[in-house]
């Protein structure tokens, strides 16, 4: 089966023809240059762009590459990962903790129940962090926060892939993030996500050798979104980055609701 879905002799190469492949780049790009902007959102566009014209486990497979490599060109790009790791590390250890307990109830769990739920807090929060009644963690609780907001992201995301929201829950609840050192974090974070979640695509047999090819074709256009990205974030003010990632996190929200009740 999966052997049909994958292989590059498949629908994909040889029959999909030149407007399937360019809508698939455009989707790339576009999730590079959320990315780029915002720090977050990579998989958010593409995936469901290009489930429109491939098998949805081909669209997913796909991103495994460019996240890592998107996420990974972003914490250096930041800078001072040093000050980064000693001020996040416990989002990331309970992050990493999170994913592997929530992998492990994802056959025993009906996750709808739990997306339905935590999408609508998510909206709740953003709709709360967008008005003047803004919620931020005190500095002295900020390890502690993230050892729970990392911990809860990493149990969704076990669960449905969909680690975002919890952490950028986390993040723009710290006052005085500015948006550089909010991409450089949130990357950071993402690390502990996306390489465990790449190295089970391996491990279930998702990704093989035609898949991981595809795969690396698509950093092409996602780094090239980044670029373009980041050369948008350098003009954007520090108040519209922060309503562009609330908006962001009302898409997340919205998501999970449509993966709730589909």
């Not at 040889?14 to 999730?31: M, P």
């Not at 953003?126 to 990392?150: N, V, Y």
């Not at 491990?203 to 090819?213: E, K, M």
Request: hydrophobic share 60%; glycine share 10%; with cysteine.
């Amino acid at each position: 089966m999966l052997d049909n879905i994958f292989s590059l002799d498949s629908l994909f190469l040889h029959e999909a023809g030149f407007w399937i492949v360019a809508w698939c780049f455009a989707a790339l790009l576009s999730g590079g240059l959320v990315k780029g902007s915002l720090g977050v959102g990579t998989p958010l566009l593409p995936v469901p762009l290009m489930s429109l014209v491939l098998p949805p486990q081909l669209a997913v497979a796909m991103m495994a590459m460019p996240v890592v490599v998107a996420n990974l060109l972003q914490v250096s790009e930041a800078g001072h990962p040093g000050y980064t790791v000693r001020r996040f590390w416990p989002a990331f250890v309970f992050l990493l903790a999170g994913t592997w307990i929530g992998v492990k109830v994802l056959s025993v769990i009906d996750e709808r129940w739990l997306l339905g739920i935590v999408g609508v807090v998510v909206i709740a929060f953003a709709l709360l962090q967008g008005s003047d009644r803004s919620f931020h963690i005190p500095a002295t609780m900020e390890k502690a926060a993230g050892a729970g907001f990392g911990f809860a992201a990493g149990v969704i995301g076990g669960l449905s892939s969909m680690f975002g929201p919890m952490l950028i829950i986390f993040l723009v609840s710290i006052p005085g993030l500015v948006k550089e050192r909010f991409v450089g974090s949130i990357s950071f974070l993402y690390i502990a996500a996306v390489v465990p979640w790449t190295i089970n695509l391996f491990v279930y047999g998702i990704l093989d050798a035609a898949t991981v090819t595809l795969s690396a074709l698509a950093i092409i256009p996602v780094t090239l979104g980044l670029f373009l990205g980041k050369l948008l974030r350098d003009r954007i003010s520090e108040g519209l980055f922060r309503r562009l990632v609330i908006v962001v996190l009302i898409c997340s929200g919205l998501t999970m609701l449509w993966r709730a009740f589909n």
